[in-house]
Structures are given as C-alpha cells and as structure tokens.
C-alpha cells in the first residue's frame, strides 16, 4: 500500500512542477487536463502524508515499550491502544480512495426522461421525476439547459431532454439510468385505487472527438426532415441528423434539438457513447461487467427504483435500498441513495480487484 501511495506523492509533485512551467501555462487544453488531475490526486496525497504520520507515531510507542521504565511503557500501551485503530480506519479509507476511477466519471452528461406505461399517469410522473431532478441539480450547484420538451396532455412530459454542466456530474448521474416505476393514486382515478406508471431515465456522459478512438474521415452525416411535434418549422427544414461510424457501422441520430446545429451535437454524443461502449467493453470486460450490474447501459427494461406513495417508500432493486422517506426524496433530497449506490459500486470493484 505504501509502494502505491508513494508513487501516487511522485506523481503529485511532478505534476505540480508541471503546472508551473511555461510550455504547460501556455497551453490551456494541457493546463486544465494537468490541473484536474493534480486535483483529483490531492485527497490521495494528504491521507498519504496523515498515514504516514500515524506509523510514524506507532513505531515511537512500539519503541517505548523496550523502554526499561514501567512509566513510559504504560503511556507506550495507552497510546497504542488509540493509533492501531486509526490505523485500520485510515486503511480502510486508503483502499476506497485507491480504486481506478472512471475517466467519465468527471464529465458532464446528456440527461433524457421519458414516461413509460401508464398513459396520462406516466407522463405526469415523468414531469415529477424532472422536479426532483432539478432540485438536486441545483444543491449540487450545476447548470442545466433543456434541449427538448414534448409535453404531456394533462401535464408533465413525454418526453425531456437536457443537458447538465458541473463538477462529477455524470458520475454521481450515471445510477439513474434505467426504469423508474411509481404506485399511487393518480389525479385522474375516481374510485381511489392505486395504479403503477413508469418513467425511464437515460443518461450519457458527454464525450470529445479526443476522448474516442475514432476519426471524422470514418463518419458519414445525413441530414433529414424531423416529424412530430414541432409545429411548421421542422416540416420545412432538414433539423434531423445521422451520423453513421462507416467502420463499424454504427448508426446515431437526433431530433431532439430545435436546430440542426444542436442535433449534430446530440446525435454526435449517442454516437460517442455507442462507440466508447463497444471499445471499452472489448478491452475490459471486468470494469464493464460491474457497470452493467449496477448501473446498467440505459436499458429502458431494467427496473431501477420504485416510488411509493401510499407507504412514503422508495426502494432501489439493484442494492435492495429501502427509505421510509419519499416526500424527501421527491423534493430533490436524493444524495443517500447516490451515495449508496457509490459505496457498493466501490465494494464491487474492490472484489474484483482481489480476484
């Protein structure tokens, strides 16, 4: 463990010298990837420099108990009796910090909702979901910007597409893909029975040209006319895009967008996201086997979490999490259930790290 933390300080240092050279400060693409990444090594380095301490600490006192006099031998035993525990404490939190992140876990994410069976109920719960998504969004102090809206009829949303800005934000966003399921009485039941509506929730971490293994030369661009909602103005122009990936045939499009201009942008991430999927699961199979039990890829099949109204419950399957406390929740309140869910993708990845 000290190897690894030692060579983690290394680095640290020789990032730092790094950011104050010139040929680096002068290059702000090279600046801001050295930066973030001296950053996210910081906590590593601190913990590292505390733990040191501590063994320092604990190889005085192991050395005070040689001492001949019984005085010191006894402040010896009473100091150890108080370090080894900080010890197995601050290794613990070692381990944690030492697991690979995820490089997209930094990265700032596309973010749909779209209501599922249940008709009226499902779009309204649709809209429910996106209030207690905003509300999040904004403790975390993020920005958003919706790309597109199709409403519901009786309120809420078929459909909603937005983009999120921030620190972390796909990786605390990327449990949330996947089906959610609501049982309540809908607004619209006369006989007050309980109905179950559902709602998916796909989120996609956005990508640059640099981060995939792909070049433009490969990528062929159709535009088209969008249908749907939308009024005159998408019946006369081509807002639509396609992008296909000729070498591996992928194919991803949008008219999610209410210019081309954004549509290019959006259909260019789906692809981004189509492509890195296919090469990372190629080259990790053990990384994406944990992602796709916890997380899943998206799969608007897969139940995640289920909100019930008549008990105050949410229950998510995939860590068998149940909280008594759904008006909390709903409000924007949703950080214990990311967090649980990053503690067991953590103990996942620690597991097959000992395999």
């Known amino acids: 463990m000290l190897d690894k933390l030692e060579a983690i300080h290394e680095r640290y240092i020789y990032l730092e010298e790094q950011l104050s050279d010139p040929s680096v400060t002068s290059d702000m693409g090279k600046f801001k990837k050295i930066s973030k990444e001296y950053k996210d090594l910081k906590e590593v380095v601190d913990v590292y420099h505390a733990y040191k301490e501590l063994l320092g600490n604990i190889e005085t006192s192991q050395e005070m108990l040689k001492e001949e006099d019984e005085e010191m031998r006894e402040m010896a035993k009473i100091e150890l009796e108080e370090l080894l525990p900080q010890q197995e404490e601050i290794e613990e939190k070692i381990k944690i910090l030492l697991i690979p992140k995820d490089p997209e876990d930094s990265k700032d994410v596309i973010f749909e909702i779209r209501s599922g069976t249940g008709g009226d109920e499902a779009s309204i719960f649709a809209g429910d979901l996106y209030k207690m998504y905003t509300k999040y969004f904004e403790t975390q102090g993020w920005k958003t910007e919706v790309l597109s809206i199709n409403e519901g009829t009786v309120g809420g949303y078929n459909k909603i597409v937005l983009e999120i800005f921030g620190e ?46 792909i070049n433009k030369a490969d990528l062929k661009t159709d535009t088209f006319r969008s249908s749907g909602a939308g009024g005159q103005h998408v019946n006369k122009t081509e807002s639509g895009v396609r992008f296909t990936h000729i070498p591996t045939g992928v194919v991803a499009e949008s008219t999610d967008g209410r210019s081309q201009h954004k549509n290019r942008e959006i259909a260019l991430q789906r692809l981004y996201v189509k492509i890195f999927e296919a090469q990372q699961a190629a080259h990790n199979n053990k990384v994406s086997a944990t992602r796709k039990s916890l997380v899943g890829t998206g799969d608007r099949s897969g139940k995640i979490r289920t909100y019930n109204y008549p008990q105050n419950r949410v229950t998510d399957h995939r860590i068998n999490l149940t909280l008594y406390s759904l008006d909390k929740i709903v409000a924007g309140d949703i950080e214990e259930i990311i967090q649980a869910l990053q503690v067991a993708e953590n103990a996942e990845k620690m597991k097959a790290g000992d395999e």
């Open 168 to 213: 972390d934000v796909y990786g605390k966003l990327k449990f949330e893909s996947g089906a959610h399921r609501v049982q309540r009485v809908p607004k619209t039941e006369s006989q007050g029975r309980v109905h179950t509506s559902a709602a998916t929730v796909v989120v996609m971490p956005k990508f640059e040209m640099e981060d995939i293994d």
